[in-house]
């Protein structure tokens, strides 16, 4: 996770960092999701975008350029408006199904161009 934060980190453009659920992480998920959180917070990550109740400490972690979405679908719903020059990195266990905001993603783009 703090690889995929540091490649991010090196961006040029608005950087910002889609995190789901890390859901093997057991009795330490809250203080783990915190840590990552203040992780991408300090390598100078301009938004962190949290998905999922178990996931919700990071969003803490980071502070408040952080926004916190109960499932996929409010983070859909409630997208933010980025910088025309953006960079978004996606991650989080299997288990979060963050391909499904991938293709969205994806689709949001194309159908912007």
Known sequence: MKAAIDVLAREPAQKVF???????????SGKAHWEIGRYARDASIDYLLVVGELAKKAAEGFGPRSLFFHDQEALHNRFPDL???????????????????????????????
């Open 18 to 28: 889609i995190l789901g659920v890390m859901s093997e992480l057991g009795e330490h």
């Open 83 to 113: 910088h025309p020059q953006h960079t978004i990195w996606v991650k989080g266990s299997r288990l979060a199904s963050l391909d499904r905001t991938v293709k969205w993603l994806v689709e949001r783009e194309q159908a912007s161009c």
